[in-house]
């Protein structure tokens, strides 16, 4: 990115909010062609000013933004959508929470242009506020995640035998990031069990677009099954469990 010395206008997905002296907010914003943004959004807690209400967390907005502080300093901000479901519902919000935590988990700050990513995350929670089964909508994230962000499983052959995976139940390594065969993993207790459904349904949305995978019908224990590899695959790349993750637990125990 070219040095921090000018304006900026450019649409942004608020990802984090914070509450700063006495009536600022600092945001974390994700753009699609100048990455992650740290900014300060000065009067934004004030009632009578015209940012309130357009710097809520998961919205899109349009954002006038001036580099030439670190943090950049938000000069105007119209919100554009503002995904009324992700704060009106318990669990969609968590859901949403999942997505944006995975998001800046992945990137780091210094990343330019983000394009594929703000349209993913975008299109996601887009999808978590209409889908009758949000939670296709977030294996399909973290699918689409990987992919873009160089760790895409390999799901066609094993990682360890190279050879074509056959149509059965197979092994999953975390550690070498993809499936292993019956003969290869066997008798190697580290690997994590995947059943051919599983596998079928994780091809499928690595290969086609959501509006295929968004119309299938999946059942319970095919997306426990599914929910539970991924999640193991993406903590042991970031070598540490996601908070989100375990709150959504936490709200199914107690609902």
């Known amino acids: 990115m070219p040095p921090n010395n000018r ?22 914003v994700l753009t699609p062609y100048h990455g992650k943004l740290d900014l300060i959004a000065y009067g934004a807690r004030k009632a009578v000013s015209r940012k309130t209400g357009h710097v809520e967390l998961f919205t899109l907005a ?19 959508e503002p995904f009324l479901p992700l704060r009106d519902d318990l669990t969609l919000g968590a859901f949403a929470g999942y997505v944006v935590e995975l ?34 909508a977030l294996r399909y994230y973290e699918v689409q995640l990987l992919n873009h962000t160089g ?6 052959s094993c990682v ?6 056959r149509p059965e139940n197979q092994y999953f390594s975390f550690a070498e990031g993809g499936v292993v065969c019956p003969e290869a993993g066997s008798h190697n207790p580290n690997l994590a069990g995947i059943s051919f459904r599983a596998l079928k349904l994780l091809r499928h949305m690595q290969r086609s677009p959501y509006r ?3 119309s299938l019908t999946v059942a319970d224990n095919l997306h ?10 993406i903590s042991y790349v970031l070598e540490s469990q996601l908070q989100s993750a375990a709150f959504i637990r936490k709200l199914r125990r107690t609902s």
């Open 103 to 136: 998001l800046d988990r992945f990137t780091e700050s210094g990343d330019d242009e983000l394009l594929p990513l703000f349209d993913l995350l975008r299109d996601t929670l887009a999808r978590l506020c209409v889908e009758s089964d949000p939670r296709l």
């Open 224 to 233: 426990i099954e599914v929910e539970a590899l991924m999640q193991g695959y």
């Open 160 to 165: 360890i035998s190279g050879e074509t995976i």
């Open 212 to 214: 295929q995978v968004g």
């Open 151 to 156: 760790y895409r499983p390999e799901l066609q």
């Open 62 to 80: 349009d954002m006038l933004v001036n580099l030439h502080k670190n943090p950049g300093v938000v000069s105007q901000v119209e919100m554009l």
């Open 7 to 28: 304006a900026i206008r450019t649409p942004a997905i608020i990802l984090r909010r914070r509450d700063f002296g006495e009536a600022d907010r600092l945001l974390t």
